[in-house]
Structure formats: C-alpha cells, structure tokens
T-cell receptor, first 116, second 113 residues
Framework: NAGVTQTPKFQVLKTGQSMTLQCAQDMNHNSMYWYRQDPGMGLRLIYYSASEGTTDKGEVPNGYNVSRLNKREFSLRLESAAPSQTSVYFC???????????????FGPGTRLTVL | QKEVEQNSGPLSVPEGAIASLNCTYSDRGSQSFFWYRQYSGKSPELIMSIYSNGDKEDGRFTAQLNKASQYVSLLIRDSQPSDSATYLCASKGLTGGGNKLTFGTGTQLKVEL
C-alpha cells in the first residue's frame, strides 16, 4: 500500500495563476484533510472532508477550494495564487468519519509551493 | 492564545539521555492527544497517541497525560541521534467537529553525540 500520495512534490507559480493539488489514499479511509505548514505557525487545517460527499472549512480556508472526487481522492485548488500561499501543503487521511477518539491521521509526503 | 502550546526549542540532550517534551492545551473538551515526529523536509509521522490519564509506553517512548492540569508530555529514553527531529503535539476534541486535530508549533529536539 502506498498510503497517502500527493502530486506534485514541488511547484512554482506566478501571482494570479491557478493550480490543483492532488491527494489520494489507498487505505479505504473515510476522512481526508488538507493542511498548510509555515515556519513558526505549525500545521493549520485548510479544509477537511469527514466522508465522501461532504467538505467543511478549517482554520484557514480563504483562497482555497476543495473537491472530494470520490472516497480515495481529495483535491485542493488555488484559483488565483498569492505570495501568502507560499507554503508546504500536506494531505492526510483517517479511517473514521464519526470522530472516534483515537482516530489517527496519516500524512502524505507534502507539496512545496512557491508563489512569486 | 494558541490552543496547543509547545516550547519551540531547540532542546538539546546528549546521546543516551532522556528527552522530555512538553505540551499544554487550553480546550478542556480535548479527548485525545497525539505526538508526531517530523524530520526536516519530511511529513509528520505518528509516534504515540493517548486518551486516558496516566502513562502509556511503547518501546523507548512514553506519553503522559494529565487532564486536570491540561498537560501532555513525551519522554524518549536512551535518546539516539536519529531522534533528532521536530515533535508535534496535537489534540483532538469536540470543539468545531470531532475529526479535527489542533497542532502545536512543535519542539525541535537535537540529540548530540
């Protein structure tokens, strides 16, 4: 099993360009998440999907959209990239869509995005 | 005020010593806690999880939880240079939805030869 995979690994955009970050998991997990990680800020939740067909905003959703394409795939779209969106983006998944206490999140390798 | 607080470090310990990493949280509704290890340029990797008061041991790692004091810690015994990484503490509770984790900013651990 590959676990959680993300594409691309690296990306450089110019201000105003758009792009979609792809995430897929092969663990049959119900819940999927998108985080960004910035120096000194820790991991911050952008959007999450508790189960197929549902998505909800996290702590920092502005400037992003998401699509839960099916149970395996959860994409993050930047419609008009800004320098403030320069960050490392992690996708994660967890088994339980019901918020079980010990439900554990597993992370993908990340996408390093630079917006010039 | 951030909901999960960690000292950013770096925390330096000699090889073979016990490393003690601490975390406090503000949401009394938090039900479970997770420690992730993150090497530079890599993704977070789960080390330990705990939801009951007291200690939980797994190999060289011990997680400690004190809900009354809103305090979580991770002890690493016989520290090795390969333990040098940033350790992220995360809490999971009912606030804002049961699936979500709130992360601290991490503590950098350096194990010196």
């Amino acid at each position: 099993n590959a676990g959680v995979t993300q594409t691309p690994k690296f990306q450089v955009l110019k201000t105003g360009q758009s792009m979609t970050l792809q995430c897929a998991q092969d663990m049959n997990h119900n819940s999927m998440y998108w985080y960004r990680q910035d120096p000194g800020m820790g991991l911050r939740l952008i959007y999450y999907s508790a189960s197929e067909g549902t998505t909800d905003k996290g702590e920092v959703p502005n400037g992003y959209n998401v699509s839960r394409l099916n149970k395996r795939e959860f994409s993050l779209r930047l419609e008009s990239a800004a320098p403030s969106q320069t960050s490392v983006y992690f996708c994660a998944s967890s088994e339980d869509g019901q918020g079980r206490v010990m439900d554990t999140q597993y992370f993908g390798p990340g996408t390093r995005l630079t917006v010039l | 005020q951030k909901e999960v607080e960690q000292n950013s470090g770096p925390l330096s310990v000699p090889e073979g010593a016990i490393a003690s990493l601490n975390c406090t949280y503000s949401d009394r509704g938090s039900q479970s806690f997770f420690w992730y290890r993150q090497y530079s340029g890599k993704s977070p990797e789960l080390i330990m999880s705990i939801y009951s008061n007291g200690d939980k041991e797994d190999g060289r790692f011990t997680a400690q939880l004190n809900k009354a004091s809103q305090y979580v810690s991770l002890l690493i015994r016989d520290s090795q240079p390969s333990d040098s990484a940033t350790y992220l503490c995360a809490s999971k509770g009912l606030t804002g939805g049961g699936n979500k984790l709130t992360f601290g900013t991490g503590t950098q651990l350096k194990v010196e030869l």
